[in-house]
Structures are given as C-alpha cells and as structure tokens.
C-alpha cells in the first residue's frame, strides 16, 4: 500500500470540527470542575515543571508548590523564575510553611541543554516522582527556523527537547515509582500529520506553515508517547501521559497580530484563565486513579497511551495518533534525532548507562 502524504481532507475537516467544538464549549464541558483544582496530597512529591515562567507551566508549578511539593522549576530565564518564587513567598500567609521551589536552567532549543539538565538531575541520585514536559511554543505566522541542533524548532522544543529529557530522567523517575510523564499537548494534534522522513518538514514534499510545525510536533509527542509507555514495563511503574489544556489566554499567542490578540481577549468567556488551563495537568499529575488507568491501557493493547481532555476526563487521541507502524517509526527516528541508542529504554531501566551524543558526555 502507497504510504500517506498527508492528512486527509476528511480527517482535516474532523480536526477542525473537533477544536472549534472544543474552543466553544470546552467551558460548559468542565463546568463540573472546581477553579482551583482541589489536589489531593502531595507533600511526598519531587516535580519537575518545564516553562514554568509563563502561562499554564507557571500556574501548575505555583499550584503544586502552595500543596506542599517540592517542585523543580526548569526554565531559561533563571531570573524570573527567582523573581516568581520571591512573590509567591511573599504572598504567602503569616506563619505558614515557606515554599520547597527551586529553579534549574534548561533550554529546549539545545540538546546539550536538555542532557547537561537531566545528568545534573540524575547525579543527586534522589527520587522523582512527576516530570511535566509544559514549555512549547507556537510561532504563529513565522517563517521556519532551525536550531542549532538542525531540527525545526517546534519540533525540537515540542517534541524532541522533551522526549530526551523524558528517556534521560527515566533512573531518577524509577527511584521515585510509581512516578509519572505529563507531556501538554493540544487537540491541535487532531491536524498533525508526521513524515518520520520528513520530521523537520524541509525536503519540499510538504509546504511548511507554523500550523504544520506546531500541529506535526504535537502528534509526534501523542505517538512517541504512546510507544514510551507501552516499552516501560509494568513493574517500572512509570505512567506516560498526554493531556490537552483546553484553548488558555497565555504568552502562547505572543506572536498573533496585534488586533487578533485583542480579539483574543475579548472572549474571556470561551477562553480559559491559566489556572483553569492547569487544572487538567494537575489532575494528571496527582488523581490516585491514574496509575491504574494507565496500567489498563497497557494491559487492554490499547494502541496510544492515555490522553486527559481539558475538562480532566480520558480522551481518544486523533485517527492518526492510532497508526502503529508511523508511532514506531517516529519513536526510532526520535531516539536517531536526540542521540540515544535504539534500546536505550530498556537499558536505562535495567540500571545499565547510555551514552547520548549531547551533554558533558560528548564535550
Ligand atoms: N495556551 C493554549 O491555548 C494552549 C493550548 C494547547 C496546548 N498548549 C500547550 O501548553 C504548553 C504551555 O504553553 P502556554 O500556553 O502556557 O504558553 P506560554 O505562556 O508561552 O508559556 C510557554 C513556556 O515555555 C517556555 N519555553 C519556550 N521555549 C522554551 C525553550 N526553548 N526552553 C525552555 N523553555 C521554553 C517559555 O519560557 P520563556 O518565558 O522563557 O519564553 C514559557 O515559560 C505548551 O506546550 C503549549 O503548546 C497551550
């Protein structure tokens, strides 16, 4: 059979349907959801939360921090996330606990980044319990850039930045199993399509748009995810995650024009505040029953691993999220892409060394 080119008309229009739907009444689908999101207890927790400068990152981390967790922010701009933690310190209530936040440097758009994060991580040799792959940028409108890894950039800081970071960090998330994986993803992967030929859109098959980039990286993290959690053995205790946190007013629109923005912000009423934007992270982050809902997506041969909807219930990822021989293929063509071997999973829950091409290892 001839391998697909592209997304189907009929698949494309189904993807439209189901994000206008979800744009317009995601607010009336999770009105049973309390604002904040009641947490259960978490002072027993190690979490790590990346982009939590902005947006819907730095919400979870302020909601998880105020529970009582410890909580890693791994950002690129030290200082603000240094200025954040001051001015949640000091608005705290007299007497109560100071916050258990500290801040790590990660940048997404280097490789060597993302490997120097997770030795320094992996080298305490303490437990973690949740890493929540938040950052990820959408550059609406914008010609196509590269880093300087050589990978289109959606797809490095989506997609690849966080799926090396998942793989690197897997001996300290089986020091704190059961432990979980939450990549936020969108329903915008309803309109990916992905070439693990093709994965940096560039060899002219496909006109690159940023709605291809941003759509194509997201489906890439559901289908990568998907084989992530079906590889880690039940005993590992690992659960991998997808969730998608509704359509959020954050700096994630940075890049619209000035008057869709303001538009933007004049429907408040559809759209969700970043707190209501976290809600379905956090639920994944610490609803009891995850683990045993992941282990029965693991036991039925469900094909795709667990994606949470913004109004925290389980949600089918799109038709092409289900192709079992594209998820294999873009998870060896990601573990060629961010330099670990082809058994690097199995080797890493073993106890046994990797050897990536990025990080202090390569220098
Ligand atoms: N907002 C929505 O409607 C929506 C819908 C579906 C999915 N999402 C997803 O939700 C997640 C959070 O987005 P948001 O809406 O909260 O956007 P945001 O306000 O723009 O926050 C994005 C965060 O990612 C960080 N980041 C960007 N590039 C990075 C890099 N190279 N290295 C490290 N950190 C980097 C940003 O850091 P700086 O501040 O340093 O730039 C910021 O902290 C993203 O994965 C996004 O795709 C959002």
Request: charged residues 20%; glycine residues 6%.
């Amino acid at each position: 059979m001839a391998k697909k080119a592209a997304l189907g008309w009929m698949e494309w229009l189904r993807g439209w349907i189901h994000i206008i739907y979800e744009m317009l009444f995601q607010r009336i689908m999770a009105s049973n959801l309390e604002n904040p999101l009641p947490l259960p207890p978490v002072d027993d927790l190690t979490c790590i939360v990346t982009g939590s400068t902005s947006g819907i990152g730095r919400e979870i981390a302020r909601q998880l921090a105020e529970a009582g967790a410890h909580v890693v922010m791994a950002v690129r701009n030290t200082k603000a996330a240094n200025e954040l933690i001051q001015k949640w310190q000091n608005e705290r209530p007299e007497g109560g606990l100071p916050l258990n936040v500290e801040v790590m440097e990660l940048d997404l758009l280097s490789l060597d980044s993302v490997a120097r994060f997770a030795e320094a991580w992996n080298a305490r040799s303490a437990p973690l319990n949740v890493l929540i792959n938040n950052a990820g940028i959408f550059s609406i409108g914008e010609p196509q850039k590269f880093s300087k890894d050589g990978y289109e950039e959606h797809m490095q800081v989506n997609h690849l930045a966080p799926a090396l970071l998942s793989v690197l960090l897997l001996p300290s998330l089986l020091r704190g199993s059961p432990s979980r994986i939450i990549n936020v993803n969108s329903i915008m992967h309803y309109l990916g399509f992905v070439n693990p030929e093709d994965m940096n859109v560039n060899s002219g098959k496909r006109k690159y748009t940023s709605l291809v980039g941003y759509s194509g990286s997201k489906l890439a993290q559901v289908m990568f995810s998907s084989v992530l959690h079906k590889r880690l053995p039940a005993e590992a205790g690992i659960f991998v995650l997808c969730v998608s946190p509704g359509v959020v007013q954050t700096n994630v629109a940075r890049d619209l024009p000035k008057t869709v923005q303001a538009v933007y912000r004049l429907i408040p009423y559809f759209i969700f505040s970043p707190q209501e934007g976290s809600r379905s992270s956090l639920f994944a982050a610490t609803d009891p029953q995850i683990s045993e809902y992941c282990e029965w997506l693991k036991a039925d041969e469900w094909p795709v691993c667990a994606f949470i909807s913004q109004d925290c219930r389980p949600a089918n990822p799109s038709e092409e999220a289900h192709s079992i021989e594209t998820q294999y293929e873009v998870w060896e063509k990601t573990l060629e892409m961010i330099g670990v071997p082809s058994d690097a999973v199995e080797k890493l829950i073993e106890g046994e060394e990797v050897k990536c091409r990025y990080g202090a290892q390569h220098e």
